[in-house]
C-alpha cells in the first residue's frame, strides 16, 4: 500500500509496456489501457491480409457518432467496443455545456464526478467523459487528490480556474 497523497507510477500499455503519459491518446479500460497507435497497429495485425483493392484494413478506425476517421494523436474514449472521438461522445455539446455551467456558477470549488452527476441530472459516465474533454482546456483544472465541495471526499476533482473569467 502507498503513501497517502503519494505520486502514482504512470499506468503501462499493454502493447509496448511504455508508459502512458497524461494527455496521451488511449484506448481500453484501467488495467488495460493502449496507446492509440498500440490499439490500431494491434487491430491491423489481427485482421487477415487483403489484396490491394481491400485496403480498408488499413485505414484508421472510424467514428460510429460522425463517420469520420480516427488518427494517431486524436482525443477518443473506447465506448461499447469502439472508439469515439471526445468531441461526438454522449450528449455533447449540451451535455458539456451544463457541466461547464456549473462549475463557472460555483466559480474555483472542486467538485468530483458523483457530486457532479448528481448537481447536473447526468450520467456518471458521462459526466467522466465530459470531464475528459474540460481537462484539455486550460479554463478547467482536474486534480487528482482534493477534497471534493460537494461531498468533502477527497477524489479526482475538477474546477473552472477564476482567472480565466
Not at 1 to 13: L, Y
Not at 21 to 39: E, F, K, N, R, Y
Not at 114 to 131: E, N
Request: hydrophobic residues 35%; glycine residues 10%; neutral net charge.
Amino acid at each position: 500500500m502507498g503513501i497517502a497523497g503519494a505520486p502514482q507510477p504512470d499506468p503501462c500499455c499493454i502493447t509496448c509496456n511504455g508508459p502512458i503519459l497524461p494527455g496521451d491518446s488511449v484506448a481500453g479500460t484501467p488495467g488495460g489501457m493502449q496507446h492509440l497507435t498500440c490499439w490500431i497497429a494491434q487491430r491491423q495485425a489481427d485482421k487477415p491480409d487483403r489484396g490491394f483493392h481491400d485496403s480498408p484494413s488499413i485505414q484508421d478506425p472510424v467514428c460510429p457518432r460522425c463517420s469520420s476517421p480516427i488518427s494517431p494523436g486524436q482525443h477518443v474514449y473506447f465506448g461499447n467496443g469502439v472508439l469515439v472521438h471526445l468531441r461526438c461522445g454522449p450528449g455533447a455539446p449540451q451535455a458539456n455545456e451544463v457541466v461547464a455551467k456549473f462549475l463557472k456558477e460555483n466559480g474555483g470549488s472542486d467538485f468530483c464526478h458523483g457530486c457532479l452527476a448528481k448537481s447536473t441530472g447526468l450520467p456518471l459516465d458521462d459526466v467522466r467523459r465530459i470531464v475528459m474533454r474540460l481537462r484539455l482546456s486550460a479554463m478547467y483544472h482536474v486534480s487528482i487528490a482534493r477534497p471534493c465541495a460537494g461531498c468533502t471526499e477527497t477524489h479526482l476533482t475538477v474546477r473552472v480556474d477564476v482567472s480565466h473569467f
